[in-house]
């Protein structure tokens, strides 16, 4: 997916099947659905659509169903790891992953429900020694929802 922006640059974004090729997570826990935007160690943008089908529905809350507020770090991690990928134009099929390995400065501002569309933007700040730190917002409808520091580690991986 390559478009032009209003200014006539290139916008990036991925379908399901690019970012399927940049994050090994599966069914049920793979938590971004489309990449809007993004800039190779600079920012991403992507899409995660809530429905009220998903597993953790069903126990959290029966009455009054909420994405749990891990899950949302979780989806704000897993972008992360598409932009480190992208930075570093590697895929998990070359031998290496990005393990979240900190969350600092995490807050909730308002509950994420079924029928809700979650814009998560992702911020690459530096990288030190193999770690990679990023700042992370989740809005519904332009409003915070959640918003962290992550860190995540390159590790080598060996089938």
């Not at 031998?95 to 809700?116: H, M, N, T």
């Amino acid at each position: 997916m390559n478009d032009k922006d209003k200014a006539g640059g290139a916008i990036e974004g991925m379908d399901i099947h690019g970012i399927l090729k940049h994050l090994p997570h599966r069914y049920p826990f793979l938590l971004i659905d489309r990449v809007i935007d993004y800039r190779p160690g600079e920012f991403l943008s992507a899409i995660k659509n809530v429905s009220y089908n998903e597993p953790y529905f069903t126990g959290h809350f029966p009455v009054q169903p909420v994405m749990p507020g891990v899950l949302l770090l979780e989806a704000m991690a897993q972008a992360t790891g598409v932009l480190a990928f992208r930075t570093t134009n590697t895929q998990p099929e070359d031998g290496s992953l990005y393990l979240l390995v900190g969350i600092d400065k995490a807050r909730f501002k308002r509950p994420v429900e079924p029928g809700d569309q979650v814009r998560i933007d992702v911020k690459y700040v530096r990288n030190m020694r193999n770690i990679w730190f990023f700042s992370a917002e989740a809005r519904v409808d332009g409003e915070l929802a959640a918003s962290a520091d992550i860190m995540c580690a390159s590790k080598e991986v060996t089938a």
